[in-house]
Structure formats: C-alpha cells, structure tokens
C-alpha cells in the first residue's frame, strides 16, 4: 500500500472552512483514497473515499489532484465537534479490508 | 440499528496472564477486524474475519488469536500478556468484503498489564 504524509497539527477557526491536506505521491492506478478520523477516547469513523474525481458527501468533500498524487479533505465549516485526528489512507477495495493508519493530522477547531 | 459494542470497555490484567475480548458487528455485518492502537505505534491492523475464516492478518506475534462465530461475533485472545499490550484494542466491522471503506469502528476495549 503506497504511503501517506500528513502535517502532524492543524488549527481552524469555528466556523470556517479547514482544509487537511494529504501526499501519497506514490500512489498506484488501482488505490483509492480514504480519510477517516478519530475523536477522542472514539473508534475511528469514516468520513469519504475517492478514486480520481472529486466527491462529496453530507461531513466533506474530497478534492483529488489530477496526477493523483496528493489531496485535500474540505471540512466546508467546521463545529468544535470537528476536533479530532484525521487520517488519510491509500489501498485498494476488494477482499483485503486492512486499514493502514498513519500517524494523521490533529485538527483543533477553536472559538 | 445498533453500532458495534465491544466487551468488556475496561480491562486490567498482570503480565503472564491471558485475555479475551469480544466484538459484536452491527446487524447483517459479516466482516470483523480488530486493531490495536497504542500511543507509540498508532493504530496496528492485528486481522480480519469473514464468514468465521481469518482472511488478514498484521505483523504480531503467535499470542494473539481470534475467531469468529456462525453469528459473526468476533473474540481475539492475548496468552501470556506483557506490559506492552497495554493498548486500546478496536474492533470494526462491515457489511461484506467491502474493502477500506465503510467500516464501523466500536468504542474500543482499554487493556491495561501491570
């Protein structure tokens, strides 16, 4: 599975929009990408996945580089709830459901 | 419909002995993998259970064990614990062979060795 770089901490405003950035530079033709992320003293829930085009869903949106190379995970505005560690994991679907977490970024969402 | 529980959310146990903890999947879940997650290493894929076969399994050693039962319910075992196991033990669970996305994660087992 190709591997993931991540800053270690981010702070965002309440309210605004927080923006987690992710490079997996060697990510291969088959690997989506996924975030997950962890609240404190939580199992870790899943927030968005995606292959090449850009998604959204009801908690994000996930904006992939056309060389596939790196990400960004758009938290559109962001609730103190928001705080968390946030993960971003590359590999393939299919018949192996390992989850190779990082080390993830800790997003604080402040007053 | 019911997440995934975890059983017991508390555990403490001395070196040498063993232990088992339980996951029940969420209803109709058929897939069951566990994670261990520590402050040191993070979060460590320990293996996956499908239709009561291992299917996966992470780089640890021969002391942890699980299975999986006819109603998808998973248990993993740690023999001869040391003062390293002490971690945060998750269960997640999914709807088939799903892939990575998906999985519903329980509220986790503490597991303390003295």
């Known amino acids: 599975d190709a591997k993931t770089t991540q800053p270690p901490s981010m702070d965002c405003a309440e309210g605004r929009a927080a923006n987690l950035p992710c490079n997996h530079s060697t990510i291969s033709g088959n690997e989506y990408v996924y975030w997950y992320r962890q609240i404190h003293s939580q199992g870790p829930q899943y927030i968005i996945h995606?292959?090449?085009n850009n998604e959204t869903n009801e908690m994000a949106s996930l904006i992939i580089t056309e060389d596939r190379k790196s990400s960004t995970l758009i938290l559109p505005h962001a609730t103190l709830r928001d705080t968390a560690v946030y993960y971003c994991?590359?590999?393939?679907?299919?018949?192996?459901?390992?989850?190779?977490f990082g080390t993830g970024t800790r997003l604080q969402v402040t007053l | 419909k019911a997440g995934v529980t975890q059983t017991p959310r508390y555990l403490i146990k001395t070196r040498g002995q063993q232990v088992t903890l339980s996951c029940s999947p969420i209803?109709?879940?058929?897939?069951v993998s566990w994670y261990q997650q520590t402050p040191g290493q993070g979060l460590q894929f320990l293996f996956e259970?499908?239709?009561?076969?291992?299917?996966n399994k992470g780089n640890f050693p021969g002391r942890f064990s699980g299975r999986q039962f006819s109603n998808s319910r998973s248990e993993m075992n740690v023999s001869t614990l040391e003062l390293g196991d002490s971690a945060l033990y998750l269960c997640?669970?999914?709807?088939?062979?799903?892939?990575?996305?998906?999985?519903?994660f329980g509220p986790g087992t503490r597991l303390t060795v003295t």
């Open positions: 209803s109709g879940h058929r897939s």
């Open positions: 994991i590359v590999g393939t679907t299919g018949t192996a459901s390992k989850l190779t």
């Open positions: 995606g292959l090449k």
């Open positions: 259970y499908f239709s009561e076969t291992q299917r």
């Open positions: 997640a669970s999914s709807l088939e062979a799903s892939g990575l996305y998906e999985q519903y």
